[in-house]
């Protein structure tokens, strides 16, 4: 992990705890609205950059999200009918695991990223943000477009 990695993960872990101090508890909900703002921002770099296009299947663009942002030193991304799964194994970002915070609710930067960046790029303004599965390995499911299989 490179140094400018290292200081983006704190700046998520940093978000996680303003959110818990400044709303009175931990909300995920408060996360991916926020970090879906970093996200779109992360997409527009991304489609300057020639890394993604308008095109780019959904599976792939999170593939290059989660390779880009260093999201985990493992992962892997499954799809199914409608939906597509990114597993996080030893998560980079993690504010619990990573920042050692404690928090009563998760407060995840990555479904707001995602959500963010799929909007940035495809032209979209999606409903809902990727649904969050903490545990030993994380899961983030994104739901997508029947078509997009």
């Known amino acids: 992990m490179t140094n400018s990695t290292d200081y983006l993960h704190r700046t998520f872990m940093g978000l996680g705890t303003a959110v818990s101090e400044l709303f009175g508890k931990s909300s995920q909900e408060l996360t991916n609205l926020f970090t879906s703002y970093i996200g779109a921002e992360i997409g527009k770099i991304l489609l300057e950059k020639g890394l993604v296009s308008r095109d780019t299947p959904i599976h792939e663009l999170i593939d290059i999200l ?25 998560c980079n970002v993690c504010p619990s695991k990573i920042g050692g915070v404690p928090f009563e609710t998760s407060v995840c930067p990555i479904p707001g990223i995602i959500r963010g960046a799929i909007d940035a790029v495809k032209g979209t303004s999606g409903e809902g943000y990727a649904k969050l599965k903490p545990g030993e390995g994380c899961e983030v499911i994104a739901m997508i477009e029947e078509e997009e299989s």
């Open 66 to 90: 989660a390779r880009e942002l260093e999201f985990g030193d493992r992962f892997e991304i499954t799809r199914h009918a409608g939906s597509v799964t990114l597993k996080i194994m030893d």
